[in-house]
């Protein structure tokens, strides 16, 4: 048992903003104060403690990262050191956002490794069952099919890349996919949304398709990924500048839906996409010394390329639409904390964007060191917001957790997991997220003379039961190997700690 004394606790689900309270911990969970304590004593006397982080939306594991990993790009390290480096920064959950329903082995195995816990979402590649299902299948055929992706891939939820390629002339458009896949994800009652890499990234006034879009989901749940590649407009001289605001406005009056940021970080990064002609048309654009493909089954090309953030016009537009969009959200659980790693640069640099935001001194002296036509264009200095502690503990804590339907995890209460981050009071808040005093998983503190090893679980989502059978013929010559070897075993599954989560709207 572990006592902690004195926590200034910042827990936005309980009502805590930064009052000093005492945490007990048992067997990896908070539990109430015992009637008879014996174990360690913490003192954490003018520290501040936070549930464990989450990260909602990077690339960490499986495919396609092992096809930077086998150039030996220092952007993405071995999974190890990755997880390593979350685990340093208080980091405790992390979705993995893209994975081939058949990688799930590699994906798993790679997760399980250690460090924080693992969420893997499956990528609904655009194979001829998927888009016939789409296309003229009946809703229970098509939730039978994404069960199935489901079961095989032992995955926590579904992501969209790119559906159709934004067309919108087809018999399936782009618009009707995304509307049968939302309908799907909702009547199977995951406890994500649909996780949708909307079409049209990184164009001028995509921000207008993303926004149509919206408004043809009608209120249903919804997470828009990396929304920051979707944020740019041309002015009246047709000159690049920020859409920001118009992005900010949607999210601010559509509270159903979430999003992640996907901020740029100047420096280098590393595409990793299913979204193949954004990747062929960025390294067209790049004069791209490496640009590396995998074709997957029948779903589609992952693709792999550098890329260097520069302070150039462009890459400052980009760095200032994520600051904008964040600050410019009213509630910061509807766009949260992340770089889309490593697409849109390292995690690492989460404390810095953490001071960023609370720190507007700070943030208007970065921002001069941009190119400055693009500042003069921006909103960015006029924004006067700082994000307080319980707004970061908003973005990186119970936001996530509660997007992603984890409902012991992003808080502290009883019963919660016992994942949490005691972390110095220092002005510099860029520093104090960088260097915590303790990270706590599990209820056993980390220790970094150990090698951060700690065990990881692989969380799946629930899902219906569906006739196997009916989708094999579906299925029957579609995939590379037989169809029974398509599942994961149970003593797989049990040896690399893969749990399943609760259903929507259960708690412990």
């Given at each position: 048992m572990l006592k902690i004394l004195n926590a200034r606790l910042f827990d936005p689900v309980n009502g805590k903003q930064g009052?000093?309270?005492?945490?007990?911990?048992?067997?990896g969970k908070i539990i109430p104060e015992p009637a008879c304590f014996q174990g360690k004593i913490l003192d954490a006397a003018g520290d501040i403690v936070m549930a464990g982080a989450v990260d909602i939306h990077s690339h960490v594991c499986g495919y396609p990262l092992q096809l930077v990993r086998q150039s030996g790009s220092e952007v993405v390290p071995g999974v190890k050191s990755v997880s390593q480096d979350y685990l340093a920064l208080g980091y405790t959950a992390v979705v993995n956002a893209a994975m081939p329903a058949l990688s799930a082995r590699q994906a798993i195995l790679e997760g399980a490794c250690g460090g924080p816990d693992k969420m893997n979402l499956v990528w609904l590649g655009e194979n001829?069952?998927?888009l016939a299902l789409a296309d003229t299948g009946s809703d229970a055929a098509l939730q039978e099919y994404l069960s199935f992706v489901l079961d095989i891939s032992a995955a926590y939820g579904l992501k969209c890349i790119n559906p159709r390629g934004g067309v919108t002339s087809d018999r399936l458009s782009s618009e009707k996919m995304i509307d049968r896949l939302i309908d799907a994800n909702e009547h199977l009652d995951l406890p994500h949304a649909l996780h949708l890499h909307h079409p049209f990234l990184g164009q001028r006034d995509a921000w207008r398709k993303v926004v149509d879009m919206v408004n043809r989901a009608r209120g249903r749940r919804l997470h828009l990924a990396h929304l920051q590649f979707y944020a740019y407009k041309t002015d009246k001289k047709g000159r690049?500048?920020?859409?920001?605001?118009?992005?900010?406005h949607c999210l601010n009056e559509n509270p159903q839906?979430?999003?992640?940021?996907?901020?740029?970080?100047f420096g280098p990064a590393e595409v990793v996409t299913a979204d193949a002609g954004f990747a062929e048309y960025l390294s067209g654009r790049r004069s791209c010394s490496r640009l590396m493909k995998q074709e997957w089954e029948e779903d589609g090309t992952l693709s792999a390329l550098p890329l260097e953030y520069k302070r150039s016009y462009t890459g400052s537009i980009q760095w200032l639409a994520g600051l904008e969009l964040l600050l410019l959200t009213r509630n910061p659980e509807q766009c949260m904390l992340t770089t889309d790693y490593p697409n849109g640069g390292p995690f690492r640099a989460y404390p810095y964007l953490i001071r960023l935001l609370m720190d507007k001194a700070f943030r208007d002296a970065e921002a001069e060191k941009v190119n400055s036509k693009a500042l003069s264009r921006s909103c960015l200095k006029s924004i006067k917001r700082e994000f307080s502690l319980s707004e970061i503990a908003r973005l990186t804590r119970s936001g996530p957790a509660s997007s992603l339907g984890l409902p012991n995890k992003g808080q502290l209460g009883i019963g919660a997991d016992a994942d949490l981050v005691i972390?110095?009071?220092?002005?510099?808040?860029?520093r104090m997220f960088r260097e915590p005093r303790l990270v706590i998983k599990e209820g056993v503190p980390v220790d970094p003379a150990l090698g951060w090893q700690q065990t990881a679980s692989?969380?799946?989502?629930?899902f219906p039961e569906y006739d196997r059978t009916s989708v094999k013929k579906k299925l029957l010559h579609r995939m590379s190997i037989d169809f029974d070897q398509a599942f994961l075993t149970d003593r797989f599954l049990d040896d690399n700690r893969v749990r399943t989560s609760r259903k929507k709207g259960e708690t412990a």
């Open positions: 009052e000093s309270v005492d945490l007990w911990v048992r067997d001829p069952t998927l690049l500048i920020t859409a920001s605001q118009e992005l900010a839906l979430t999003s992640d940021v996907g901020a740029v970080v972390y110095r009071d220092l002005p510099d808040r860029g692989i969380w799946r989502t629930p």
